[in-house]
């Protein structure tokens, strides 16, 4: 699963809210590179993939508390350790919403309970599981989304609802929140009991359920504090599917859009062609902007994984010092237009890229052709490989009649030399 992506990026603005579930499958990540072994969370390279990117891009991003409205770092708990180090590098703070805040946090979440227990919340995630099921059955064989939301429960269950861990956070007899949400979790995994077997391992229907809605929680508490929330990819494609059922979305239509939103990682290798297509998901992992590790292979296994995680937090803290002409520039656009003169800079590097690279360019499709020739300050295009993620920036078909010199602006510099430098590694 992939982030969501809308008319505009979902990160736009200057503050995201991401949730405890994405940090600690960020450090599961983080803690099996050390290990030299797979993570346990099917997740994890993922969450870790989004907490960079977000840290990277954004000015600020809080964390969420499943509870609380106002609370302090020491509500979270010890655990995740990595949940901590960057609320002590001050690359993270908890949401703390003001009494007005939370009032409109609380009816909001009136708004979506309404609709959770009604047809609506049954049918979304009914859907939520055919689709895994459908994508399973697109891709035989390849990553089963149904069976990594069931090791995704095993994880939380032997590694999270612990002692020390969740129950810190909610201090439930059953670890899941003692409100009209959790009372709606509780019946709905026993009403659908065969619907999420194939999702679930037995006795943890109601632990999926929880998970599901309480990213709607914390969806009404980003919109209270008018900022962009950054959910658990397990979480992502609930809330779409919960919110385009609530728009009366047919269901092909809300597993097209599920479908697309997967696929969006693909597309980077496919602009390259096939020559270098290893090549470029193996960049992938060397390149920070794109979630890439920050350390080499050399320097792991040697720590414990405490002072492991650690040492990456402050490689995130040095990496997000040293990206801070580009998180400016995203962070200055407003309108419309500066968001296509941000793309067409971000197009004149990739054009310097793929020249310098020898990636061949592909023809623009007629759709794209269209779309430019729209823009009466575009006249030409060229698609290739996108210099940021296409999670954050679309710049496939954004024009470039004009293109300033590289050296023009700092973030041009930084993005190049970032990009040719993980190049260079990944060819190594």
């Not at 899941?176 to 959790?182: M, Q, Y």
Request: glycine share 6%.
């Amino acid at each position: 699963m992939v982030p969501g992506d809308h008319v505009t990026h979902p990160l736009s603005g200057s503050s995201v809210l991401v949730d405890v579930t994405s940090l600690i499958g960020a450090e599961e990540y983080i803690v099996s590179q050390n290990r030299r072994t797979r993570p346990q969370d099917p997740f994890a390279r993922q969450c870790f993939v989004e907490i960079v990117q977000s840290l990277i891009f954004v000015p600020q991003v809080h964390v969420v508390h499943p509870t609380l409205p106002a609370p302090t770092p020491d509500d979270f708990g010890e655990q995740p350790q990595l949940l901590r180090e960057l609320i002590q590098a001050d690359l993270v703070s908890p949401l703390v919403l003001q009494p007005d805040g939370w009032a409109s946090a609380t009816t909001a979440q009136a708004r979506a309970l309404d609709d959770l227990t009604t047809t609506l919340g049954t049918t979304s995630v009914i859907q939520f599981v055919d689709q895994a099921l459908a994508c399973d059955s697109a891709r035989p064989g390849r990553d089963s989304l149904s069976a990594r939301l069931v090791d995704w429960a095993r994880f939380q269950q032997a590694n999270v609802r612990v002692t020390g861990h969740h129950n810190v956070r909610i201090d439930s007899h059953d670890g899941i929140e003692s409100d009209e949400f959790g009372d709606w979790a509780r019946s709905a995994a026993v009403v659908l009991h065969r619907a999420l077997a194939p999702v679930a391992p037995p006795g943890e229907g109601k632990y999926l359920m929880a998970t599901l809605a309480r990213g709607l929680k914390y969806q009404a508490r980003a919109d209270a504090a008018a900022m962009c929330y950054q959910p658990h990819p397990m979480r992502r494609d609930f809330l779409l599917t919960f919110d385009l059922n609530r728009q009366g979305a047919e269901d092909v239509l809300v597993l097209d859009v599920i479908k697309t939103i997967r696929g969006i990682p693909g597309s980077i290798a496919e602009a390259a062609g096939h020559a270098a297509a290893l090549r470029l998901r193996l960049m992938e992992f060397e390149l920070p902007l794109l979630g890439g590790r920050l350390w080499s292979d050399a320097e792991t296994g040697k720590v414990t994984d405490g002072a492991w995680i650690r040492h990456v937090a402050d490689r995130i803290k040095r990496y997000r010092a040293e990206a801070t002409d580009l998180r400016e520039a995203i962070a200055a656009c407003v309108t419309d237009e500066d968001h296509l003169l941000l793309a067409r800079d971000i197009e004149a590097v990739r054009t310097r890229l793929l020249e310098t690279l020898g990636i061949r360019r592909a023809e623009p499709s007629p759709l794209e052709r269209d779309l430019v020739e729209g823009v009466a300050s575009v006249t030409q295009t060229a698609t290739g490989l996108p210099i940021v993620s296409a999670l954050y920036f679309g710049s496939r078909g954004i024009g470039r009649s004009v293109v300033r010199r590289l050296r023009s602006r700092p973030f041009q510099q930084f993005l190049y030399r970032e990009f040719i430098r993980a190049w260079k590694l990944s060819g190594s």
